[in-house]
C-alpha cells in the first residue's frame, strides 16, 4: 500500500468485488435499496481513508459490510422523525432464522431474483442487476447501453420505486417457482453477456465489462444453485465464447469462427467450459443453456475448422430445435447440415426460414450461394446481410466477402 | 400486509361480452368459487361488479358550479368492469390471486399497491 495510485486501484477493485455482497446484505437487513447504496457508498469512502494508511483489512467484504451497517444504522437514527414512514416504505421483511453460513451469498441470490421480478420491464432488470449486483455506475450502464444517463437513471428510480411500492418480495422463490423464474434470471444474464459480446467492436472497455460481469454473476449464480444444470449451462456457454473473444476481431473486421487463430483461444476457460458441460449433461435435464455451451464445446474441441465434428451439432441443433423451437435454431442446423449433406441441402433449408430482417440469415445464404458458385445471388444477398446489422466489424468482414465473389 | 387493488379491465372485443347468458354463467360461478376462497384464507377486503358502462355518470365538482354529465370520464376502447381489494403480504402473492382471479372472471387484471398511508 505504498503507491497511492495501486492503492486506490486496489480499493476499486474490491469494492466492486464486494459490492454485490454489501447491498444484497444490507438491503435483507434495512429492506430499503437506496439506503443500502448509500451506505455501501459511505463505506467505500471510509476504505480510501483508511486502508491506505492501516492496510487492506482481512476480510474487505466483512469490513465494508461492517461499516456500511454502521453508517446505515447512523442514517436511520439521524432520519428517526422520518422514521414512521421509513417502515412504512420498506419491503418485505424476511424473518427467516439467519443460517450460521453462506447468508451473505443468500443474500445476493435473494436480491437477484428481486431485480430479475417479472414485474419489472426487462430493460429495468438488467439494468438493476447490473447496478445491485455489479455495482456498475449510471454513467457505466448508460453508455454501455446507449442510453443517455439521466434517462437510465429515470429508469432505475421507477425500478426501485415500483420495487418499494409494489412489494416486490426479497426472497428466492419457491420449488414450485423456482425454475420459471430461475429462466428470468439466466436470461437477463446470457443479455449482459451478449450485449458485451455482439457489439464487442464498438466501445471496447464497457463491452468487455459486460461480458466479464455476466460471467461474475454467472459465477455467483453456479456457486449458489450448484445442483441447476442449466446454471451450469449458462456459465459454460459464456466461458467457452469468451474463450474465443480476442480472436473474433482482427484490424477492425470480424473473424468467423472457421477462419479464427485457434492457439489464441484461452484454453483455461475452454478446459473450465469443458469440465462444466461435461458435468451438467451428466444431470440429464438438458436445457437451452446446455445445449448452446454443449454446441460451443464441440467446436472448442477440434485442433483445426475441418476436424469440426458437424454431426454432433447437427444432432445437439435438433435437440435444442425440438426443446425451444425457433427459426434462428434451424438457421443454425442448417449451416451444420452445409458441412454435412452440402451447400445445395442447406440452402434449400435456409430460404424455407425467411428470416429476412435477420443478417445471419442473409450472410448464410450468402456464404451458401457463394460455394454453389451463384455469385449473382450472392452479392445481392451479402449487401442484404450489411444493410440489416449495425456492427462495424462485421460489415467489414461481409464486404470483403462480397468484394471477393468471381464475376 | 399490503393491500391491492385487482381491476378487471374489458375492451370490446373480449369474448366474454359476446357470450349468451348460459355460456357467462360458469364465469359467475368460478367468481363465486374465487370470491369465497379469498374470504376463507383472509385474503378479502372488498369486491365487487360494476353495471355496463352505458351506466356511468360524470360529476365535475372542481369549478365553481358542479356539472353533472351522462357517461363515463373518457371515451375509450376499455372499461372498469369491477375489482377487488385484497390483502396480501407482497407482489408475488397479489399476482397469483390476479392469476386465479382473470381464469375466473374470463378478463385481464390490473394488479395496483394501495398508498400504505
Known sequence: MTEPDGAAAAIE???????GRVVASLVRRFGDIDLAEDAAGEALLAAVERWPVDGVPPNPGGWLTTTATRRAIDRIRRESHRDAKHQAAHMIEDDTPHEPTGIVEDDRLRLIFTCCHPALAPEARVALTLKLLGGLTVAEIAQAFFVPETTMAQRLT???RKIADAHIPYRVPGPEDLTRRLGGVLAVVYLVFNEGYLASSGEAPIREELTGEAIRLGRVLRELLPEVPEVAGLLALMLLTEARRTTRVAAGELVPLHEQDRGGWDRGLIAEGHALVRECLAVGRPGQY?????VNAVHTDAPTAADTDWAQIATLYTQLQSLAPSPVVQLNRAVAVAELDGPEVALAEVDRLGLSTYHAWHATRADLLRRLGRSGEARAAYDAAI????NEAERAYLSRRRGSLAP | MTQYLLSVHHTPDDPILKMSPEEVQPYFDATGVFNDKLQAEDAWVFAGGLHAIESATTVDGTGAEVIVTDGP??????WLGGFWVIEAPDLDAALAWAAEGSRACGAKVEVRPFQSE
Open chain 1, 13 to 19: 477493485r474490491i469494492y466492486r468485488a464486494e459490492y
Open chain 1, 158 to 160: 421507477r425500478a426501485k
Open chain 1, 290 to 294: 446446455q445445449i448452446l455451451a454443449a
Open chain 1, 387 to 390: 444493410a440489416a446489422t449495425a
Open chain 2, 73 to 78: 370520464f373518457a371515451e375509450s376502447k376499455e
